[in-house]
């Protein structure tokens, strides 16, 4: 018997543990992999012989070598069996600790150079002339004159006072039972997600993930060097016979969802399956984190309030930005916590940069207290509304039928589904070189991207150019036989 076989001797299965067996044998051969205890091209035992060597159900074994294989630990060759992938060196537990967190990998705006000239349809932020520069101004002044060096000074920590009260109130007009002592202003969405991340996550934890979803929240979850099980997601949100499934093995520490106008599908979960997340959530005793990514540019008829709304139980960790229509630049954002989180939550933002821009958060205290914001938003939703339905329009007009694409309610982006065989990379490389910038969704899905999704966004680019460019994308996509 090899050295490398005796190395199962070491994995311990407990039927006794709510875990489920294959979720404990995948844990423990996981462990042998990344220790280099089973090396790269080592044929693991055939699933009878390791069910015998364990005691389980040969259907353990064959469950977690599934796991294995798709979360690219090993491969499997037809009529020859499982081996071990190539795995990259990797941090211990305690170097992992030791090390900083790395720059987040986002999805960049193209260079200016680029976009010279071109149908930007990669842009998602709001474009110089969309952003309410005159009122800004006013309320700095007033701000300015009001505090004066004061204005300039370190904030508390946990944010502007009267800033937290009026959002207070601004989410309970939304139906959301808050206080402003669980209120954290922050530095953005981003800075959100990596402080939920230092503040509830150890090493190994499991978080479940929206599949596709945002690429800042996939690499926050890594740098605390968490498990990432994605749920796959539906035109009216999140597949709950996949989460019930994973939840009852995995027992997640963290859920991330965008339960409103998701990024980057723009699906929205319907009010059943609300419930059903939550009441899952409570079974197993499971945090939600809700990011909010940009409900205030929901059309629909009938738009849900927030995932938040329906928490009778603290369950959820709501994250809100005000950049994304406002003015990205500021990097203004809030939590509203649990109130056994509220301190956590606070040391981990401490650390993280002591507090966000005092000037900034009186300068948007004022925006909100004078009701300027809902100004800003409205405007903003006239403007969206329009190249909403003109892209939606185009869509129908000018792609390929094959060609699908989920109607959003609302924000600033559709999501393209290619038909099987189209390479979505080459049709953005190709798009690129006939003037239409385009996002690949590979980089939207925690692993094994599939190629074969696009981005499109209508942020930045007006109607007649919407048309213009929707229809140079159909004749790409009609001819698209050269790009398989």
């Given amino acids: 018997m090899s050295e490398e076989f005796l190395n199962f001797v070491s994995i311990q299965l407990n039927k006794e543990n709510k875990t489920a067996l294959y979720v404990q044998l995948y844990d423990g051969l996981r462990e ?8 790269y091209g080592f044929l693991l035992p055939p699933v009878r012989k390791l069910a015998g060597f364990l005691g389980v159900n040969p259907g353990t074994v064959v469950s977690a070598y599934k796991l294995l294989e798709q979360n690219g630990y090993i491969f499997s060759r037809a009529g020859s069996g499982s081996y071990v992938a190539e795995i990259p060196d990797l941090p211990t537990e305690e170097e992992q600790a030791a090390l900083p967190d790395p720059e987040v990998e ?8 680029l976009t010279t000239g071109c149908i930007d349809f990669a842009t998602v932020m709001p474009p110089p ?4 520069i005159d009122d800004f101004k006013e309320v700095l ?3 300015l004159d009001r505090d004066k060096g004061n204005a300039f000074s370190y904030q508390d920590s946990q944010g502007f006072l009267p800033l937290r009260e009026a959002i207070s109130v601004y989410l309970k007009e939304q139906g959301i039972r808050a206080q402003a002592g669980n209120v954290q202003i922050i530095s953005g969405a981003q800075q959100g997600i990596d402080i939920v991340a230092k503040t509830l996550l150890n090493f190994g934890d499991y978080v479940f993930t929206e599949n596709p979803t945002y690429p800042g929240a996939i690499a926050a979850f890594r740098s605390r060097g968490a498990k990432i099980v994605e749920i796959t997601m539906q035109d009216d949100g999140i597949d709950i016979p996949d989460l019930e499934a994973k939840i009852r093995s995995f027992r997640p520490k963290l859920i991330y969802v965008m339960a409103n106008i998701q ?3 723009g699906f929205s979960y319907s009010l059943v399956k609300r419930n059903r997340l939550l009441g899952l959530a409570r079974r197993y005793n499971a945090i939600v984190l809700e ?3 940009i409900s205030e540019l929901d059309v629909s008829n009938n738009p849900l309030a927030p995932l938040k709304a329906l928490d009778r139980d603290n369950r959820v960790i709501y994250l809100k930005s005000f950049s994304k229509i406002f003015m990205p630049g500021l990097r203004l954002a809030f939590l509203l916590m649990p109130p056994e989180l509220v301190t956590k939550v606070l040391t981990s933002k401490h650390h993280s940069d002591i507090s966000t821009s005092g000037l900034t958060q009186r300068a948007f ?3 909100l207290r004078k009701g300027i ?4 938003i409205a405007a903003v939703r006239r403007i969206y509304l329009e190249r909403y339905q003109t892209t939606l329009a185009a869509m129908e007009a000018f792609l390929p039928p094959k060609v699908v694409c989920h109607r959003p309610h609302g924000g600033l982006t559709c999501w393209l589904a290619l038909p099987e065989g189209i390479s979505a990379q080459k049709v953005v490389q190709e798009a690129q070189a006939q003037g239409l910038l385009l996002t690949p969704g590979t980089a939207f899905f925690p692993r094994h991207a599939p190629d074969r999704f696009i981005r499109l966004s209508f942020a930045v680019t007006c109607s007649e150019a919407i048309v213009q460019g929707i229809r140079k994308l159909g004749k790409l996509l009609n001819s698209a036989n050269t790009l398989r």
Avoid: C, F, M, R
Wanted: hydrophobic share 35%; net charge negative; glycine share 2%.
């Fill in 365 to 367: 205290d004022l925006y």
């Fill in 106 to 113: 986002l999805i960049p705006s193209p260079p200016t150079d």
């Fill in 373 to 376: 914001w809902q100004k800003h």
């Fill in 32 to 39: 042998l992999i990344l220790a280099g205890k089973l090396s």
């Fill in 291 to 293: 990011d909010d990514y």
């Fill in 129 to 132: 002339d969309l952003l309410p």
């Fill in 263 to 265: 990024n980057p599908t």
């Fill in 141 to 143: 002044i007033e701000v």
